[in-house]
């Protein structure tokens, strides 16, 4: 990241350069999938904490967006794990909500269960707070829901905002601003064609910017250039 690239430089004078996250893009991507029609399944893959990766907020944010969608369908599948205590206040928000039948908790997945899961998805969430791990480094769950094509609502941490552009390949929302984030949910419930071909664009930026195989090339050529 940026951050930390400038932490370096004033700390040492190391040949350096900003290398993005990759995302393997070999599997082939479904860019003419068809959404089904006021049917959202919101889904997040990743661990059950809140500090790291604002869970609590997105149980908050898909409270709020249901209840001003009132008799559109919608879930949110939340998938992976996390220590007890994190868990626990998850499940004991989902019941404050009543919302047992809405999001569902599944665990850890195997990764191809995860990778069918997300190409099942409608929307992809990535809703991370501020923190010193968010400044210093680049989310590789954003360049993974990015090779997708699905589209993706995330917090703007770190460098993303270097590389996203809100409304034409994600959409961006402030960090720690739940109400933010559950607007932007319900803009996509409504606007669904929109949202898809946002995450097509997404995919093109996945493939521009965080493809594996064009950046180990990169950072091949750059190491042969500095230390050979």
Known sequence: SRALYEYVSLRSNIKKVIVPSFVDLNNKVDMNYEIENRAINFSYAGSLN???????????????????NIGIPMKLNIYGGGIDDQSKKIKCLIDSYDLNNQIILHGYKSKKEIERALEEATVLLHCRPLSKQAKGGFSTKLTEYLSTG???ITTITSDIGRYCTNGENVFLVP????????SQMSSIVNELEFAKNV??????????????????VKLKNWMKENFL
């Open 175 to 182: 960090p720690n601003d739940v109400r933010a984030f559950a």
């Open 150 to 152: 699905k589209p993706v």
């Open 50 to 68: 809140q500090q790291k990766d604002g869970v609590l907020d997105l149980v908050h944010a898909f409270n709020i967006c249901k209840k001003n």
């Open 199 to 216: 995450g097509v664009k997404g995919y093109s930026l996945a493939v521009k910017n965080f493809s594996a195989e064009t950046n180990i």
